[in-house]
């Protein structure tokens, strides 16, 4: 994790101009860096930064983010040992070849599981960890869904959608994501993330699916943060939170209406996203719904779904069926020792629920058991 974390912000550091792309020059200096330029390797070194900028840039002048992060995938060999080749070099990352060995395990387990997944329609949806994990999640995530996403729309370079002639006419039939990575919209950097990953599946030709939370992790990140002396990647306050959160949806769903409408005169019926809206706030939700009836996206079309936790804000949950919405309840199944302190996090990030408006949700369960006990005298005198 450490070493996707440094290779990503290390493209700030090399792109002198700071708009946004890397010359080819400054992806030299990376490489070099990451080598060390007294290595006794190198002039083999340095022709082998030549055969990788040929291979992997070719004629381009320079290349942004994205880009950059595809061409210093882990799972290529070449990176791998690029990375290999500075064991002695403390103030670079690196990786051991057990580091690589357990990381080709870890990707095969998960594709079995995602092909299981497939074969059985179930979806995989990713959880979000604390962020000194999360780099090495969402890229694991993405490479995932770039397999396992696929989708018959294709983009052309200027980036209009298109569709993609599979030989089975008429667009080869529906596709559903299988694999959905979560993003905590309490962290500051997620919108950009979001954004990143749905230019990367736009670029890949997959479905983007993702999971909204608001986050879990909130004590332990800012006390982390006043720990080590960095500025806390939590928003300053619930608002700001409640602000990401919502802006993300109506973004995502603004991308659907946008690409249905440039894939209207399209066989292909494929889903462009796939979003999981996994809230308990009850204004999130009834602006999701809003925004879905603004941009005709209809509740069976597979786009949008919702999801509580069990035992938790089931006036929305029931609410959401009742009028047709595809919901889900979460289960924390486990042991007693291992669940506890899920649903502590769940307490914890779902707190706003605790404050006035847990005066709305006692009222309705008290209404439910005066309609209970109710039913249950009428029951009784009418037997």
């Given at each position: 994790?450490?070493?996707?974390?440094?290779?990503?912000?290390?493209?700030?550091?090399?792109?002198?101009?700071?708009?946004?792309?890397?010359?080819?020059?400054?992806?030299?200096?990376?490489?070099?860096?990451?080598?060390?330029?007294?290595?006794?390797?190198?002039?083999?070194?340095?022709?082998?930064?030549?055969?990788?900028?040929?291979?992997?840039?070719?004629?381009?002048?320079?290349?942004?983010?994205?880009?950059?992060?595809?061409?210093?995938?882990?799972?290529?060999?070449?990176?791998?040992q690029l990375l290999l080749s500075n064991n002695n070099n403390n103030n670079n990352p690196k990786l051991s070849q057990e580091d690589i060995k357990d990381f080709e395990y870890l990707m095969n387990r998960l594709e079995k599981i995602c092909e299981l997944a497939r074969e059985r329609n179930v979806k995989l949806l990713i959880d979000a960890e604390q962020t000194y994990f999360q780099?090495?999640?969402?890229?694991?995530?993405?490479?995932?869904?770039?397999?396992?996403?696929?989708?018959?729309?294709?983009?052309?370079?200027?980036?209009?959608?298109?569709?993609?002639?599979?030989?089975?006419?008429?667009?080869?039939?529906?596709?559903?994501?299988?694999?959905?990575?979560?993003?905590?919209?309490?962290?500051?950097?997620?919108?950009?993330?979001?954004?990143?990953?749905?230019?990367?599946?736009?670029?890949?030709?997959?479905?983007?699916?993702?999971?909204?939370?608001?986050?879990?992790?909130?004590?332990?990140?800012?006390?982390?943060?006043?720990?080590?002396?960095?500025?806390?990647?939590?928003?300053?306050?619930?608002?700001?939170?409640h602000k990401s959160y919502n802006e993300a949806v109506e973004f995502l769903l603004n991308e659907v209406y946008k690409k249905r409408k440039e894939n209207s005169n399209h066989k292909n019926n494929n889903n462009i996203l796939s979003i999981f809206i996994a809230s308990h706030n009850q204004e999130s939700v009834i602006l999701a719904c809003n925004k879905m009836k603004q941009f005709?996206?209809?509740?069976?079309?597979?786009?949008?779904?919702?999801?509580?936790?069990?035992?938790?804000?089931?006036?929305?949950?029931?609410?959401?069926?009742?009028?047709?919405?595809?919901?889900?309840?979460?289960?924390?199944?486990?042991?007693?020792?291992?669940?506890?302190?899920?649903?502590?996090?769940?307490?914890?990030?779902?707190?706003?629920?605790?404050?006035?408006?847990?005066?709305?949700?006692?009222?309705?369960?008290?209404?439910?058991?005066?309609?209970?006990?109710?039913?249950?005298?009428?029951?009784?005198?009418?037997?």
């Amino acid at each position: 994790m450490l070493t996707l974390l440094l290779i990503y912000k290390s493209f700030n550091q090399f792109s002198i101009n700071h708009k946004g792309k890397l010359r080819k020059s400054e992806f030299r200096s990376f490489l070099i860096s990451i080598i060390g330029e007294n290595d006794e390797k190198k002039n083999n070194n340095n022709n082998f930064i030549d055969n990788f900028l040929d291979k992997e840039e070719g004629e381009r002048l320079s290349i942004d983010k994205i880009e950059f992060r595809k061409m210093l995938s882990l799972d290529k060999s070449d990176i791998t040992q690029l990375l290999l080749s500075n064991n002695n070099n403390n103030n670079n990352p690196k990786l051991s070849q057990e580091d690589i060995k357990d990381f080709e395990y870890l990707m095969n387990r998960l594709e079995k599981i995602c092909e299981l997944a497939r074969e059985r329609n179930v979806k995989l949806l990713i959880d979000a960890e604390q962020t000194y994990f999360q780099p090495a999640i969402d890229f694991i995530s993405m490479k995932l869904a770039s397999k396992f996403n696929k989708s018959n729309h294709q983009y052309s370079e200027e980036g209009k959608l298109e569709e993609k002639d599979e030989g089975g006419g008429g667009g080869g039939g529906k596709r559903d994501a299988i694999v959905f990575n979560t993003y905590q919209m309490y962290l500051k950097d997620s919108f950009s993330r979001l954004k990143r990953d749905l230019e990367l599946s736009r670029r890949g030709n997959f479905v983007f699916a993702s999971k909204l939370v608001r986050g879990a992790y909130m004590v332990g990140e800012k006390l982390m943060a006043q720990k080590y002396g960095y500025p806390s990647p939590i928003h300053d306050n619930i608002e700001d939170t409640h602000k990401s959160y919502n802006e993300a949806v109506e973004f995502l769903l603004n991308e659907v209406y946008k690409k249905r409408k440039e894939n209207s005169n399209h066989k292909n019926n494929n889903n462009i996203l796939s979003i999981f809206i996994a809230s308990h706030n009850q204004e999130s939700v009834i602006l999701a719904c809003n925004k879905m009836k603004q941009f005709g996206i209809d509740a069976n079309s597979g786009v949008v779904n919702f999801g509580q936790l069990y035992g938790m804000s089931d006036h929305i949950t029931y609410t959401l069926a009742s009028y047709g919405y595809p919901v889900y309840k979460y289960v924390a199944y486990g042991k007693i020792n291992e669940v506890i302190p899920f649903l502590i996090r769940r307490a914890q990030e779902n707190s706003s629920i605790f404050d006035s408006r847990i005066t709305n949700e006692r009222k309705l369960l008290w209404n439910e058991l005066i309609n209970r006990f109710k039913f249950r005298k009428t029951y009784e005198l009418t037997n």
